[in-house]
Structures are given as C-alpha cells and as structure tokens.
C-alpha cells in the first residue's frame, strides 16, 4: 500500500488544481446538453465564486437508450465556457484514447464509479500530471477505491482527488448511500483530498442541505453538486439537478451555517 509513500498537503493541492479555497465547491449539470444552458448556469456559479464547473461530454449511461452525451462537440463547448468566464472544468473521462483531446479542451479529469475498476485507464492517466478525480467504484470497499487511486499515483501524478459518491446497498430510500466513514477513513489514513458528490449518491434535492453540511463535518475538503437551469428539461438525472435558484438557496444556507459553526 502506498498509502504515505508521497506527502500531499491537500488545502495546497486543491487551491492549485482547481485556483480556490476549500473547502471546494464543484458544481454544474450533469451532461453539457448545448452552449446556451451551460453559459446561464456558469454565470450564475460564478456570480456566487464557484470556479470549478463540472458538465459530462461523455455520458456513461446504464441504458444505450438513454442521452450518452454530445461528446468532442461538448468538449468544444466546455473549452468555450471555461475561455470565457475563466473558470476550471471538470468532465468525465471514459477512455485513455480521448486524453489528448480532453487535455485542450477541460482543466480536471473526472474517473466515473464505473471505471474506478479500469486500471489501465489509471495507469494511463498516472503518466500525465492532469488532475484527476477519482470516483470510488459504486461497490467498491474503501481499500479498493485507495488502491485505485494507487494505481494513478504510482505513475507519478500526484494531482488526485477521491471522491465519495455513494455506495449500492438494499435501501431504496436514496439513489445510492453516502458513506461519511469512508471521508473520515480517506482523512485519517491517507493524504488524498476526498470531497463528496451529494447529486450522485443521493438522488433527491430534499436533503441536499443537511447531507452537505454532514459531509464537511466529516472532514471532506469539498463538495460537487448538480445544477441545472432547467431540470425537468434535463436530458439526464433531471430529479437531482438543482435548479439555478435551489442552488443559490443551498449555497447560502450551506456556508452561513458554516460561518456561524
Ligand atoms: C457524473 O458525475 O456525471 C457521474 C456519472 O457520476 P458517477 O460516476 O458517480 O455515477
Ligand atoms: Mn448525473
């Protein structure tokens, strides 16, 4: 286990990565759908200081039915916003032939649950020095997901963020279920920033808020949450994609209960 074979100071890491304070606010649709709704959404993220947007160009989708997302032309538009309101960009990445390419066009790799488990994505992502968030796997045990992240260490890449967006289990009262213990587990026995996706784990915008404010108690140096000018037009997971004044509403109850803690 590598666990303590490199020291990362993580407040530092991330304020490089991503150019802010923690903890970190990642937010943003779920898939780029065209150039119009990403610029009404980043303008307001930005407006409230957020500066790393996150949007899919490739969409893994369980059904081959479903929006599989607009691909290179979305990365095209991702590479528009972020010149324009100089911001990072955060998107998934679903196969090692599409590095370069995304590498011109967004700031962030993200590994979705899916391809937590696709190590020669990992290794391959391990010769670059791009900064990768690391998805744990939707199944995967805690060790699993610090051997994954292992995997991009040990080619060098030192620039990772874990990121806790639920687990599967038999309750259907969530989409998945948010584990506070792996962020405290991450925190205690590793020196990897881990921040937390509420939208995937959760599923519903209901108990976005408390769920959010659990989260950074654990110790998570950051939190990434769907938004969407339009959710119940959203071509994927319009339930949990806050509307731009649902956001505005968490954000701000979200960091004044933060500042008076
Ligand atoms: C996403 O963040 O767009 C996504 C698909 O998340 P996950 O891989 O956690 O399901
Ligand atoms: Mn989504």
Redesign the pocket.
Known sequence: MLRDKYYMNNKQMIREILGINSPIMIAGP?AVENFDMMEKITDTLVRKGIRAIRA?AFK?RTSPEDFQGLGIEGLKILNQIRKKYNVKIVS?IVDAKYIDIMYENIDVF?V???NMYNYELLKELGKTNIPVIL?RGMCAKIDEFISAANYILQGGNKNIILCE?GIRSFDQSTRNVLDLSCIAIIKSETKFPIIA?IS?SLGRKDIYLPVAKAVLAAGADGIMVEVHNNPEKALSDSKQQLSLKEFEKFYNELFSSANDA
Request: proline share 8%; glycine share 16%; hydrophobic share 0%.
């Open positions: 779920c899919g893994p998934e993200q979705g649950t899916r998805k967006r996706d995937h």
